[in-house]
């Protein structure tokens, strides 16, 4: 195991995308140990801009926290961001998120995830950051069938524009990262759901639809296979990343990719009866073919994160449908 430094609670914070799902759980789990983070993001309405007004709301009685509103895509937002803040480490969550609407909205993602990236590296540059982390996600792994999927994969061959900018975002993150010194470090997400989730994924729209006594629709009939992670799993993952950036390898390069996913598929029938147990209602199912874009099934090999920072993600997806399942009565006022 690597040796891990102790959370170093006087480095300011930048966390862009700091109003969407992971980025809010982030922020305030920072905001609880008292470090002081500036959130960064644009609320486009991708989907329902009240509920990541509603985590700006929480996020706000945090003395130490601080909102910008802005637009990665936009140099100057960007350069005048680091200006102000500062930030000893960056957390860039800012992306346009989706497989299937990347399908329909291809240069949304452009601008987003390869544009707005690039204007992070280049202040990162800049401002001589002290660590790059970056979001990445399981797509990249496209429709492989070798399970567990590990970091040493080769992943040339993504499935959705989404899954291409994600890897396009580790093949620039390694160039800053080599020719200007930026210790980075990027982060392959595994389907994250939980409390204040974005309502696109799968879990949310069926909780959704469960409620209405509407149809869901279950693709590939249900034969699919997710690595679904707790999102208080990843931020914990993320705490322990963030004051540790990568050490030199052999090529004196301070880069690395790391999995983060519950290193335990669950099959999406089961999924959906742990929901409908959680929310005590049976869903109306409809079957469908897979979707474009879609892959059968995401498995994520763990064994660098728990090497390097001695980390496994541990919440049951009882146990973290269940959490969802009270804060969204909650939320949306169920009895």
Same mark, same amino acid.
């Given at each position: ?8 609670? /006087?480095?300011?914070? =930048? ?26 993001? *644009?609320?486009? %309405?991708?989907? @329902? ?9 929480? =996020? *706000? ?8 509103? $802005? ?6 937002? !960007? ?18 998120? $989706?497989?299937?609407? #990347? ?12 544009? $707005? ?14 660590? =790059? ?6 797509? !990249?792994?496209?429709?492989? &069938?070798? /399970? ?7 992943? @040339? ?10 890897? #396009? *975002?580790? =093949? ?27 309502? %696109? ?6 909780? *959704?639809?469960?409620? %209405?006594? &509407?149809?869901?629709? !279950? ?28 050490? &030199? ?27 409908? %147990? ?14 474009? $874009? @879609?892959?059968?099934? /995401? ?16 919440? #049951?997806?009882?146990?973290?449908? #269940?959490?969802?399942? !009270? ?9």
């Amino acid at each position: 195991m690597k040796n891990c430094k102790p959370f170093d609670k /006087t480095k300011k914070i =930048l966390v862009t995308g700091g109003a969407g799902f992971i980025g809010f759980h982030l922020s305030k789990f920072l905001l609880e140990i008292g470090v002081e983070v500036f959130g960064f993001d *644009n609320l486009n %309405d991708y989907y @329902d801009v009240r509920l990541k007004k509603d985590r700006l709301s929480i =996020l *706000n009685n945090y003395d130490r926290y601080h909102f910008i509103k $802005g637009d990665l895509a936009d140099e100057v937002a !960007v350069k005048q961001l680091f200006d102000e803040v500062q930030p000893h480490i960056v957390v860039n969550l800012g992306a346009q998120a $989706g497989v299937r609407y #990347s399908i329909s909205h291809p240069r949304t993602y452009i601008d987003s995830n390869i544009i $707005g990236f690039f204007n992070i590296l280049e202040a990162c540059r800049t401002y001589k950051i002290e660590h =790059l982390v970056f979001a990445s996600s399981s797509s !990249v792994y496209g429709n492989q &069938k070798k /399970t567990p999927f590990s970091t040493t994969d080769n992943v @040339d061959h993504p499935i959705s524009l989404y899954a291409a900018t994600k890897k #396009s *975002n580790e =093949l620039m993150g390694y160039t800053y990262s080599h020719l200007y010194g930026i210790p980075a470090t990027g982060l392959r997400f595994f389907t994250v759901y939980g409390p204040f989730g974005r309502p %696109d994924m799968a879990y949310f729209k069926f909780a *959704n639809l469960i409620r %209405d006594e &509407k149809p869901i629709k !279950v693709y590939n009939h249900g034969d699919m296979l997710r690595d679904f992670t707790y999102v208080d799993d990843i931020v914990e993952g993320v705490g322990r990343i963030l004051c540790n950036p990568p050490e &030199k390898n052999k090529y004196g390069d301070q880069y690395k990719v790391y999995n983060i996913g519950n290193n335990s598929p669950v099959n999406l029938m089961d999924f959906i009866n742990a929901l409908e %147990d959680a929310l005590g209602k049976k869903a109306k199912k409809e079957f469908f073919p897979m979707q474009p $874009g @879609d892959v059968y099934q /995401t498995y994520a090999d763990i064994s660098e994160l728990k090497n390097d920072f001695d980390f496994v993600p541990h919440t #049951s997806i009882k146990e973290g449908l #269940s959490r969802f399942a !009270v804060w969204y009565r909650a939320y949306y006022q169920i009895n």
